[in-house]
């Protein structure tokens, strides 16, 4: 795929175009504190877990909820960096654009056996999303609310961990516009800009866009430059129209482009510089994601309908090296030829929900509807002509389909016993239909040049899951419930099975499904200043997904386990003072396999912590408003944010050969607001820790040899500047 076009590689190009989308001299709003969401008071918190607007604290579920300004005060720039610094939430990434994975409390499938198998669903403006696209830019979003525990009854298939939520901001009808520029260490370049264009009196829109740029934090060692240098550029066009005064139309549309993210593959320890081995340009990892979703709500006759349509159209290349030099010198004390495997992956998704439910508000909740889903998947691999292992499975043209639908009914309801005690149930039957095509065609290196392989199976499945709660007001600030949740993930195919080039068939793995007990408290104290959300959580797991692979072999095998989690939450939130403003969380999670299949051959035993689970996990951050004065500006002052964040120790695979060690994240933002303009330094991993995106644990190869691990570093210390302004 081509590199980015050289408009990209101008920022200053950017900002103008930026600007141009502002309204000009019709826009003249001041930014003040409250505006920027530093209220002295905290306030309610307000989501659409359950698809209706309601207070968090009524609801008998965990919700993580990350607003606008703290996604720009801490720079989580992708939904990626987000989630990394969400206590609870573990992530395993190669730095790619489509290969991460996502856990919520320890649970979701051991390794990612596929794109489809995922145990966390995200969705996007109410549009369901691919896993792979949790590497979504941040761009203009109200908040991203993390739903913890399986949300089968609204959210559907593969939500036995939990649920991602992206809401965007939406359009209204005032005039508005803002622009951002950043720069820091190892050219981390940011521009982006968006604004509210109203059409007509019930026509609006609002435009964002964005690009971001850097150098890959890890070395080529032939010419000691940057592996790749990323670049994504994000655009948005939103538009809401009101037809009546009980009608509302929105209609979203999207494009990301995600240029050179190269997957790293380092061997640890990574030393003063993170290098890899291979031919300068070889690896690369190019993706482009469109989306356009339809949401159509009207009031009834006192409740609500809902339509949401959408399509999602994911391509993305990826350029892997087979054989990473510096591994296989100390592994086999020689680095093979060179041998590269391009695999084009292409998904189209449609979506379509209808609901009824109550308006917010009422004093009986209710919401019920039918929902239907479809994919078609295609992975291609070109040639890779192994002349160092010609027997690789993968030394062939291959192609593979998914194909993927569900249909589902769904209800859920809350509504009073007494005064203080509500009860909350519900129920989604789902019917679920796959197919999958393989071809397999030897490479001319291949011992069986030219021989070809197809493969063709299909399966179905309908399940029931759902939820039951108690909730108990203890008071007006004070709530308590307990719940428990059925969750389910159907069964499924591995994207790289190898058993195709042997003649035998790549076995669909199993469904697996998940019991989860919680019991929570949420409140509030000194009059609003002080909200506190725990939880103690037990989930049990039953035939989760293992994705197997042998280094020396490259074979590949699916596998089910069975699992525990269980541990504890604690979230405060606390406005100290006028000025002072303290987010603090706190996770436990002691998370096991704890059932293997007998003749298991992946190495797994019962006992061992669930992979990327670390068993403690937390956050702390502070934020610090003070007034100053400034010549020739009124209203100007300085706007402080420290955070913390530390991961506990944890294992890379379910083998638990390679334990990855902890690490503690110190990010900082120091801003000078002056009316409309903010300046502002910043700064991440100010300790310059070095931390593991991921881990792998290579066996010896040769008798007496040595062993080896790879993975992947974060990102070292950086320090940038940036300046926004509101019009």
Do not use: C
Not at 15 to 29: D, I, K, Q, R, V
Not at 203 to 217: D, I, K, V
Not at 296 to 323: C, K, N, R
Not at 714 to 725: A, D, F, K, V, Y
């Amino acid at each position: 795929m081509s590199h980015a076009v050289p408009f990209l590689r101008r920022p200053l190009s950017v900002a103008l175009f930026l600007a141009a989308l502002s309204p000009g001299g019709a826009l003249h709003a001041e930014v003040s504190p409250d505006e920027e969401g530093e209220s002295a008071q905290l306030g309610a918190v307000t989501v659409t877990a359950r698809h209706v607007e309601e207070d968090a604290k009524r609801l008998p579920l965990t919700i993580n909820v990350i607003g606008k300004e703290e996604i720009v005060r801490q720079r989580m720039n992708s939904l990626e960096d987000a989630l990394r610094l969400t206590p609870g939430v573990d992530l395993q990434s190669y730095g790619d654009t489509s290969n991460t994975a996502i856990r919520i409390r320890g649970v979701g499938a051991l390794n990612k056996t596929s794109r489809d198998d995922s145990s966390v669903v995200l969705y996007v403006d109410g549009m369901p999303q691919p896993v792979a696209n949790s590497t979504l830019a941040t761009l203009d979003l109200e908040r991203v609310e993390v739903l913890k525990g399986p949300q089968g009854t609204l959210f559907g298939r593969n939500s036995e961990a939990g649920v991602v939520q992206v809401i965007t901001r939406q359009p209204g009808f005032e005039p508005e516009a803002n622009v951002r520029l950043e720069y820091g260490q190892n050219n981390q370049t940011l521009v982006e800009g968006a604004g509210t264009l109203p059409l007509h009196d019930n026509l609006t829109s609002r435009f964002a866009l964005r690009y971001q740029g850097s150098e890959h934090p890890v070395e080529n060692l032939h010419d000691n430059q940057p592996l790749s240098e990323p670049e994504t550029l994000v655009a948005r066009g939103t538009f809401k129209w009101l037809p009546t005064d009980f009608t509302e139309a929105t209609l979203s549309l999207s494009h990301q482009r995600m240029r050179d993210h190269a997957a790293a593959m380092v061997l640890r320890p990574y030393g003063s510089t993170p290098t890899m081995g291979i031919e300068p340009g070889l690896i690369d990892d190019d993706k482009d994601v469109s989306q356009a979703v339809l949401n159509v709500q009207t009031e009834l006759d006192g409740m609500q309908f809902t339509s949401i349509t959408g399509l999602v159209d994911s391509e993305d290349q990826a350029v892997t090296a087979m054989y990473e030099e510096l591994l296989y010198e100390k592994l086999i004390g020689m680095a093979p030829p060179s041998a590269d495997r391009t695999i084009d992956t292409s998904e189209q998704s449609f979506n379509q929900e209808l609901r009824l439910s109550s308006l917010p508000g009422d004093k009986v909740f209710w919401v019920t509807g039918l929902h239907y889903f479809q994919s078609d998947r295609n992975m291609a691999s070109s040639e890779l002509n192994d002349t160092f292992y010609p027997s690789n499975p993968y030394n062939a043209e291959i192609d593979r389909d998914f194909e993927a639908s569900s249909f589902a009914l769904f209800g859920e309801t809350t509504f009073p016993l007494t005064q203080q005690l509500s009860l909350t149930t519900g129920l989604r039957h789902t019917w679920d239909e796959k197919e999958y095509e393989d071809y397999w065609k030897a490479d001319a290196t291949h011992p069986d040049a030219g021989l070809v392989r197809t493969d063709k199976q299909k399966l179905t499945d309908d399940y029931t899951t759902g939820r039951i709660a108690l909730g108990y007001q203890l008071n007006a600030d004070n709530n308590l419930y307990a719940s428990y949740s059925r969750g389910y993930k159907s069964g499924g195919w591995g994207d790289h099975g190898s058993n195709i080039a042997s003649g035998g068939k790549d076995e669909a793995y199993k469904a697996a499904s998940v019991d989860a007990w919680e019991l929570g408290w949420k409140g509030e104290a000194l009059n609003g200043d002080l909200l506190v959300n725990t939880a103690v959580f037990l989930t049990e797991t039953s035939k989760d997904h293992l994705y197997t692979w042998d280094p020396t072999t490259f074979a590949v095998g699916v596998e089910n386990l069975d699992t525990r989690s269980q541990g504890a939450e604690l979230d405060i939130q606390w406005q100290m003072f006028e000025s002072l403003r303290l987010n603090a969380a706190l996770t436990y999670t002691d998370a096991e396999i704890t059932g293997v299949a007998a003749g298991s051959a992946s190495g797994v035993e019962k006992g061992h912590r669930v992979p990327e689970a670390a068993r403690w996990n937390t956050s702390l951050a502070v934020n610090h408003q003070h007034p100053v004065k400034l010549s020739g500006f009124s209203g100007a002052y300085l706007n402080s944010n420290l955070s913390w964040r530390y991961v506990g120790d944890r294992f890379s695979g379910p083998e638990n050969y390679l334990e990855l060690p902890s690490y503690q994240l110190v990010n900082a933002r120091i801003a000078l607001t002056m009316k409309q303009t903010e300046v502002y330094l910043w700064g991440s991993n100010l300790l310059d820790e070095e931390y593991d995106l991921y881990g792998f644990y290579y066996p010896s190869m040769m008798s007496g040899g040595p062993d080896a691990t790879l993975g992947a570093p974060g990102e070292g210390r950086l320090l940038g500047m940036g300046i926004s302004h509101a019009f």
